[in-house]
């Protein structure tokens, strides 16, 4: 009996263990999430357009980076210092990122600002199925691997805490994505172009009445939001040490699950959203195959959208009639 | 004069039905060899599957892009029925309908779910069902092998219809475009009836189209069931002609190029779809060499049409398109300058009735409250309108006279009070249920069906009052073709009542075509197109000058008097008012403050206050 009862409190600390590893790995994909979410939230905010092409941003930022990783490495050797070299790849994937996301915005929905609902979304989808395939036959379908393991120092790989393994990835992940929220957040609140933001997706018109240069707002808007999806994207890669052409696809959906869990156009909500949405992944893993890991977030996303289309923590919108 | 008098229905282009003919008899044994047969076969499906998006994208303006997993369950569920997967060998002739009505019902179930949302969540949840359904196709090979996973099912029975062996690409040619001509018709036959017209208003404007009668949720629903039904149709055709179906049969890079198809083609345009299919299907198989770029291409050439021609790029061959000119000739044949035919001969129609106010109530407002969160839009107000009158609702702007219209015509829904039409209870009734109880309305800023036609606009309204189903319009039964023709009939009686205005050459012209005061009077017509005892009519005189204004100031009289209706009207122009209402009802701040004929409110102190402040206010400001 008593056996009995403590085999089951050893199954039980396995448990705990087991959700605890399965809690630290929602919350680095869920910080992901949360930095994809924020680009589809702030271009819905200000333009109310779904940007379908946002998740072929992520999957760039992850190809650059994997091409600054070639450039500064010598047989999987990095030529410099590996925390430098990480910082090296975030800002060049996020500053492709950006540009590719301004000169999106230029070509495929300025001309449209004023069109149907219907025909910008196509045009983005547009984009998005160009871009997969622009990298798709310029860098072929193979997947790219990233020879991350000679970046960390020797020690550091991973770490034991109480049965719980946590890599040490996995912390740069989870600092780099809290770090670029809370730049973003002081960015929105303090700073003037953070105003302008914030006025514009309240009212494009009246901001622009009010002497705001809304396309530079827009055009602003699409640097952030890129930026960070290039980011989150070329996280991932690190972490999971691989990208191919196809994965965009996939994240945009779970960002944009993420936004609208969140409530869509609240960058707060985003956040929130993301992780919420990492967390519950992580945990569906532990019950079920993890061949249907995404159904999860696909389930979700519908449930939201049916039961509470303003998102969790969003205000209900009407319809002026 | 055939400008003049349109037909009745218009049929399929006998140009078009004679080049479907021909792809069915002759050009299957023009080609040179087997690889063309199956191209050519390929092509069909395509036709068959951007007819049926052309449907769901192109009538209805629903993003749905779950449809290629319509085509897969019609696929897998034909692999299912005729091979040795699951030992069922049903015969072609019933798989295939099985395989339709499954798919069918698939998309209705994903319908329920989604179908409320708009524009691009729909879009995106459907992106989600069709991730989740080739999900499933890889993985439900274990614990019970259901799909095959990635390496699919393959070997299928080979079929016999009609007692004929179907087994080379030729034969497979013949029957995939005959299945398409049949998707062509069925499509045809829906766009020119109730149902079509209904989901072109839901495109055009969803509320406006609930305002007219429709019931858009359900003939969404229909939409995209039908759609499905096609794809799934498709999805059983296309896995007996390649004999096998693997996932990569139906993922979304196939979704991309049944979209190309349609919107190079001109959503909406079938002639246009058809032709894109074609040309889509074809091309690649000529610029082989360039084929890692053809993805790219599409991709490009969706943002190029979106940002250049979204109407497609076939709707610039002349003979697909009609563009309606102001003729210089009479119905005579005599030529004449436009603007005389154009205002001459302004026949009235003979007076029928002479209506005037009686005492019966037919509609009651009790108590009505609306709040918008803390805003007050319209609290406790009390109104009564009685059978055959004009009622005029004045108030400054904001008082919440168009919130009234609103609350009546089922848009919000009221916060308390009540609404009672005909001592029935309507404050609770969806939009489309009011317009079919009797009460139907204009908008302020004009809601039309911009790329309708003015005719097909009154026809669209018609949609409450005739209820011919699927089945009927399909087989053309005596119920879809008796209201088909007291459809039309109707639409050009009422059109009529605008004398030349909106008759004629006009029926066929664009509404996005006419001057904005015959766009008013389109919606008008429209409301009256549904037959409501009560007409409501917000501002109906805005943006006209004084001779448009004295216009239809003399027709909302003639509404009433010799039509029959019961009118309420918001109005601005004070001279309207005046000339047209029995009776005045004065709003402010969401209340009636003021009650009585035209004469007794514009003496009424509260009234002057409310439209022009109250007296020594001025002063008591200016001192401060």
Known sequence: M???????????????????????????????????????????????????????????????GWWVLQLFTVKHVPVMNGALLISL??????????????VIERIAYRPLRTAPRMNLLLSSLGVSIFIQNFVLYFQGAKVKVFHVSQLIPDGLRSFEIGGVVVSFMRIV??????LLMLLLTLTIKKT??????????????????????????IVSVFVIGSALGGAAGLLVSLLFTQVDYYVGLQAGLKGFTAAVLGGIGSIPGAMAGGILLGLSEALAVTFFPSAYKDVVAFVILIAILIFRPQGLWGEKLREKV | MKKFSPSLVSRPNTVFILIFALSLTVIPSMLPNDYWQSVYAITGIYVMLALGLNIV?????????????????????????????????????????????????????????????????????????????????????APLNITGGVNGIYVFDAIKVLGFRILTPEHYSTLIWSCALLVFVVSFKLKDSRIGRGWNAIREDELAANCT???????????????????????AVFASFQDSVFPNNFDFQQL????????????????????????????????????????????????????????????????LTRVVRRPDKEETGVLKASTDLYYSSNETPAVRADYSRQDREILVLDKLSMYFGGITAIENLDLTLHKHEILSVIGPNGAGKSTLFNVISGIYQPNSGTICYRGRDISHLKPHKVVKAGIARTFQNIRLFNEMSVIENVRASRFCRTGAS????????????????????????????????????????????????????????????????????????????????????????RLRDQYGFTIIVIEHKLSLVKAVSDRVIVMDHGMKICEGSYDEIAGDPDVIEAYLGKKGKRDKTSNS
């Open chain 2, 213 to 235: 009668g429709i019931n858009s949720v359900r003939m969404k629903l229909c939409s995209f069931a039908t759609g499905a039904m096609i794809a799934g149709f498709a999805g």
């Open chain 1, 2 to 64: 008593s056996e009995h009862l403590f085999r089951s409190f050893m199954r039980m600390e396995d448990l705990f263990a087991q959700l605890s590893q399965q809690a630290i790995n929602g919350l680095t994909i869920g910080g992901v999430y949360a930095l994809i979410a924020i680009g589809y939230t702030m271009v819905y905010g200000v333009l109310s357009m779904l940007n379908f092409a946002h998740g072929e941003l992520y999957m760039v930022g992850g190809f650059i």
């Open chain 1, 173 to 178: 992940v989870i600092f780099v994505c809290f």
């Open chain 1, 192 to 217: 003037a172009i953070g105003r302008s933001i914030r006025a514009t997706a309240q009212d494009i018109e009246a901001a622009a009445f009010m002497g705001i240069d809304t396309n530079r707002v």
């Open chain 2, 57 to 141: 994208a192109g009538f209805t303006g629903l993003l749905d892009l779950s449809y290629i997993a319509f085509f897969g369950i019609g696929g897998y569920f034909f692999a299912f029925l005729c091979s040795d997967h699951f030992g069922l060998h049903f015969p072609f002739l019933l798989a295939v309908p099985i395989c339709a009505l499954v798919a069918m019902s698939a998309g209705f179930l994903l319908g329920l779910t989604s179908i409320r949302l708009r524009g691009d969540y729909l879009a995106i949840v459907t992106l989600a069902f069709a991730q989740i359904f080739k999900l499933l196709l890889l993985n439900l090979d």
């Open chain 2, 470 to 557: 699927f089945l009927s319009i399909i087989f053309n039964l005596r119920r879809h073709r008796q209201e088909e023709e007291q459809t039309d009939a109707k639409a050009r009686e009422i059109l009529a009542m605008f004398g030349k205005r909106l008759t004629g050459y006009r029926f066929r012209q664009n509404v996005s075509q006419l001057s904005y005061a015959n766009r008013r009077r389109v919606e008008i017509a429209r409301a009256m197109g549904s037959e409501p005892e009560i007409l409501l009519l917000d501002e109906p005189s805005a943006g006209m000058n004084p001779h448009e204004t004295a216009e239809i100031t003399e027709f909302i009289k």
């Open chain 1, 89 to 102: 790849m975030l800002v060049i994937a996020m500053g492709g990122a950006a540009i590719l996301g301004v």
């Open chain 2, 256 to 319: 991309v190029v049944v979209y190309c198809m349609v919107i190079i083609g001109g959503l909406g345009n079938m002639y246009g779809v058809i032709a894109g299919a074609v040309v889509l299907s074809v091309l690649p198989e000529v610029l082989r060499e360039y084929g890692g770029l053809r993805m790219m291409i599409y991709g490009a050439s969706l943002v190029a049409i979106m940002a250049i021609r979204p109407q497609g790029l076939f709707s610039a061959i002349p003979a």
